[in-house]
């Protein structure tokens, strides 16, 4: 029972992970984590924003936007984009996961957009998806052509997915607890069938296991060092549904030695979730400096 209720809830992000485990003995309160896990992912584009307006749009009919900031306007008309994508708008709850991110953000002139690629696990189908809609927001709107991009949870291997075949595209990547190793999340034999739920893999198990160091984020950083992209991570250190010392640590390591810029911002005896993972001011600075 932990197994699937881990990849449920994951894939909905929801933080209760100390809920998923203690669930384990008691099927009734399995099943209410991962009702409201699945619950969490929206079915509308909703939300509304202090100093921002959103604008829906559709991408090969997926959900997407884009928040304008309403007051001052940054002058390169920078941009942060959200993995995964309902982290920028409401819930199904109805609540704004990362309010106090984006608010910050529009505030200092900022856009910030999102697309629904499901749990695509760093699939290249989810990637040329999130390529049209990047030409459409820098075509239509006018937006940076380095885009700010964020990764929390599952949305770490989405990030990393569109942005290792799309490195002059990217300026920086901010990870919030987040995946880049698809062999310690979902694990390999989970990517097909759960990346099927948004734009997955058309591979049997065995030839993608043929073929991981293709399609695994940790595995094609090159790209993006060579571009002088910018990386920061937060993650805690007890977190045992996405390890950092797998997705974080070993991704920093990996790009430092490829001379590239990698931090991690270790948060001591945290699991995977805590409202400290919306209030990171480290993060807030990277992802607003020159």
Not at 68 to 94: Q, Y
Not at 137 to 154: E, K, N, P, W, Y
Request: net charge negative; glycine share 10%; aromatic share 10%.
């Amino acid at each position: 029972m932990r197994k699937l209720l881990a990849l449920v809830a994951f894939g909905a992000l929801v933080v209760f992970d100390s809920d998923v485990f203690a669930a384990e003995d008691n099927p009734a309160a399995s099943q209410s984590a991962a009702e409201r896990a699945a619950k969490m992912v929206p079915t509308v584009i909703k939300a509304s924003y202090h100093g921002g307006e959103l604008v829906e749009l559709r991408i090969h009919d997926r959900m997407a936007y884009l928040v304008r900031p309403t007051g001052i306007v940054d002058p390169k008309k920078r941009w942060l984009w959200e993995f995964p994508f309902w982290l920028g708008v409401n819930d199904g709850f109805g609540n704004l996961q990362h309010r106090n991110y984006i608010e910050k953000l529009l505030a200092a002139g900022f856009h910030v957009a999102g697309i629904d690629v499901g749990p695509s696990c760093a699939s290249p189908a989810a990637a040329n998806v999130c390529q049209e809609f990047y030409e459409r927001l820098v075509t239509d709107f006018g937006l940076c052509r380095r885009a700010r991009i964020m990764g929390q949870s599952h949305g770490g291997l989405i990030a990393y997915g569109w942005a290792f075949r799309n490195p002059a595209c990217v300026d920086r990547i901010a990870g919030i607890c987040p995946a880049t190793d698809f062999r310690t999340w979902p694990t390999l034999p989970s990517v097909i069938p759960f990346s099927k739920q948004g734009l997955g893999y058309d591979l049997t198990l065995e030839e993608l296991t043929g073929r991981i160091a293709e399609f695994n984020p940790v595995d094609n950083l090159e790209p993006l060092a060579k571009e002088k992209v910018k990386i920061l991570h937060i993650h805690g250190d007890k977190d045992e549904l996405v390890p950092m010392s797998a997705n974080s640590t070993e991704l920093a390591r990996r790009y430092q030695g490829l001379g590239g810029s990698a931090e991690i911002v270790v948060l001591e005896g945290l699991g995977h979730g805590g409202q400290v993972l919306y209030e990171s001011v480290p993060l807030l600075k990277f992802l607003m400096e020159e």
